[in-house]
C-alpha cells in the first residue's frame, strides 16, 4: 500500500502533495498508531474530546516527521535502521505504558465513602465506591501527553518515509511540503479514527457500565500487547 502511494519523479507537483494527503490518511491508521490513541481516548467519554485528542496526537507526529525531515533535506542526516529499530521499541514501551494505565484507571476507584441508615431500629453502614469524574483540569491534560505520544511516533516512523519518499522528490522545498501536508492527512486520519473509536465509548458511558469497562479494557489491553510484541522483536529479538 505504502508503495502506491509513493510520488514518482514524473508526477506534478499538485499530483505529489494529493499523494501526500492520501498517505497521511493511511499512515494515521497503522496498527501502533491506533493502538496509543485508543488507549487514551478510552480515559474519556466525549466524542469531541476523543476526536481533539487524535488531532493533538497527529499534531505531534507532524512536528516531529517536518524537524526529521528539514534535517534530512538541507543538512543530509540518514537515519540508520538500527535508530529506526530503537525508535520503534521506544513505541513499543510507550504503548505497554499506555495500555497498564488505561487498565489501572479501569479499576481504580477514587472516592470511597459510607452511607449510614436504619433497618428496624438497627443501624447500618455501606461503604461506595465511584469512579472518578472528569474535572476541568482533568480535560486539558491529555493536551500534552497525546502531542508527545505523537511526536515519538513521528519519530519512529520518520526513518520509513524519508527513506520512500524524499528521494522521489527533486525540490526540498516541495519535499517538506510534502511533509507538511502528509502531516495534515495524518491529522484528519487520526480525527476520523478517534471520533470513530469515542462513540462507542459514549453511547455505553451510563446506562451500559459493564460494556464500557468491557470496551475500556479491550483498548488498553490492544495498546499493551501490541507494544509488548513491538519492544519484544525491535529491542529483545533484535
Known amino acids: 500500500m505504502e508503495e502506491l502511494l509513493s510520488p514518482s519523479p514524473e508526477q506534478s507537483a499538485v499530483a505529489v502533495l494529493f499523494i501526500g494527503f492520501l498517505f497521511g490518511l493511511y499512515h494515521a491508521i497503522e496498527a501502533d498508531h491506533l493502538a496509543a490513541v485508543s488507549a487514551i481516548v478510552s480515559e474519556h467519554k466525549n466524542p469531541i474530546l476523543a476526536s481533539i485528542i487524535g488531532g493533538f496526537w497527529g499534531l505531534g507526529h507532524t512536528i516531529s516527521l517536518f524537524i526529521v525531515g528539514a534535517l534530512v533535506v538541507f543538512v543530509k542526516v540518514q537515519i540508520s535502521e538500527q ?26 476507584a477514587d472516592e470511597i465513602h459510607s452511607h449510614s441508615h436504619e433497618h428496624d431500629g438497627v443501624e447500618h453502614s455501606h461503604i461506595h465506591a465511584h469512579t472518578k469524574v472528569e474535572n476541568g483540569s482533568s480535560h486539558h491534560r491529555f493536551a500534552p501527553r497525546s502531542v508527545a505520544v505523537g511526536m515519538i511516533h513521528g519519530l519512529a516512523g520518520s526513518a520509513g518515509l524519508m527513506l520512500l519518499v524524499l528521494p522521489t522528490i527533486n525540490s526540498p522545498w516541495l519535499a517538506l511540503f510534502y511533509i507538511l501536508i502528509f502531516g495534515i492527512g495524518s491529522i484528519a486520519g487520526m480525527v476520523i479514527m478517534s471520533l470513530l473509536m469515542g462513540l462507542p465509548l ?37
Do not use: C, P, Q
Not at 535508530?83 to 513499543?92: A, D, Q, R, S, Y
Not at 510507550?94 to 489501572?104: C, D, E, K, S
Not at 488498553?220 to 533484535?238: D, N, P, Q, V, Y
Open 202 to 238: 459514549y453511547a455505553t458511558a451510563d446506562r451500559f457500565a459493564v460494556l464500557n469497562k468491557a470496551i475500556r479494557f479491550a483498548a488498553g489491553g490492544f495498546s499493551l500487547i501490541w507494544g509488548a510484541m513491538l519492544f519484544h522483536e525491535k529491542i529483545i529479538a533484535a
Open 83 to 108: 535508530t529506526e529499530g530503537i525508535l520503534e521499541g521506544i513505541v513499543g514501551l510507550m504503548l505497554v505504558l499506555l495500555g497498564l494505565n488505561a487498565i489501572r484507571k479501569i479499576f481504580s
